[in-house]
């Protein structure tokens, strides 16, 4: 069994007080605490080993950059990717996302594009309403750039997609698939497997939005078989501003790249620029080297656990959390995937989410309230915002049980 009190010492954040109360940071899906492996990297790049990489010759900039693309081997294996040309270090998802968007928006503009990934007009891509906004709103961007169209698959009332539907949307000329490994406020994980062989049947790509999957179950994007897969680095136990990018080869190569500047060049002249070869073709400007560097310190720190053990913990955690909740009057649950990831997210009658939300703060407990950056799953749930408690490896039953009495004396208070 995981040793949770153990991996708590490893946050030096877990054992501070809020208003005189011991934390309960229960807002892991927003983003995560970080291990003392990657506060201490981190600080240690800083004092002893800083210099900019690939670009000196110097002892600085040659050992940085070796640790560098050591880490993204770290990312490379994590994820299941074929080659570290796969992987390109981005400042997060919604970077990684809007590269693949404006990419091949791109291409769809280029007067002389005849390529069948360029996402043209009259070319259609197809999202979920369970999408964040970072999967959505650049689709949404480039389709009205290019004059395409985004259609949006709905969920049903119990946060399943509509499979259906979603087939029936998907057609001759949808360039891609756009879906969440696991939604942000729902915890809902879409049967990808089956999303991702209708799509190729139809000839489009599928670009996966890791954020919450990678962190609970993690993946290999080899067996998943989707084009692209984007991730944050901060929601996996890692720096802030880092995350990832996964391309099949054969698509990236085609791809042009989302940003110019330096690093990403193979010449330059007054009349025409080429391009570095993968991955750094998409990696323009100096490269958040000292963070990647910590993504990959955050991924071998959790390399450690037995990811059976840890979802096992965290699935403890999740049904303690709806249990206890679901005993509160007027309380709604919205989510009910069988295999959701463990987040929670409510409303509850006659009382705002914000109120809530700023009670369990007094208590010193952290949850998420608002739309979770997903407006268009709010307005599936047909509610103007939620509270959300998402939980992480260093979570225990007696914070959730808080968290469910905090919830409790909040309701009583606040409906009085
Ligand atoms: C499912 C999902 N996708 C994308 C994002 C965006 O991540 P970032 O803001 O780190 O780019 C989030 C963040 O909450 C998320 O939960």
Known sequence: MLDVETIRTDFPILSREIYSRPLIYLDNGATAQKPLRVIERIDSLHRNLYGNIHRGVHYLSQECTTLYEQARERVRSFIGAASPQEVIFTSG???????????????????????????????????????????????????????????????????????????????????????????????????????????????????????????????DVAAMDCDFYAFSGHKLYGPTGTGALYGKRELLEQMPPFMGGGDMVESVSLEKTTWANLPLKFEAGTANFVGAIGLGEAIEWLAQFDPVEVATHEQMLLERATGGLTTIEGLTIYGHDLHKCPIVSFTVEGVHHYDIGMVLDKLGIAVRTGTHCAEPTMLGCRVEGMCRASMAIYNTAAEVDALVKGVALAVNMLRQ
């Open 93 to 219: 998802a919604t970077a990684s996302i809007n590269l693949v968007a404006y990419s091949l928006a791109q291409m769809g503009l280029a007067r002389d594009s005849t390529s069948p990934i360029a996402l043209s007009p009259g070319d259609n891509v197809v999202a979920t309403q369970m999408e964040h906004h970072s999967n959505f709103v650049p689709w949404q961007i480039v389709c009205r750039m290019v004059g395409a169209e985004l259609r949006m698959a709905p969920f049903d009332e119990r946060g399943m997609l509509d499979m259906e539907r979603l087939e029936a949307m998907i057609d001759g000329r949808t360039r891609l698939v756009a879906i969440t490994q696991a939604s942000n406020v729902l915890g809902t994980r879409p049967d990808l497997e089956r999303i991702i062989a209708m799509a190729h049947r139809r000839g489009a790509l599928v670009l996966v939005d890791g954020c919450q999957g990678v962190v609970h179950g993690g993946v």
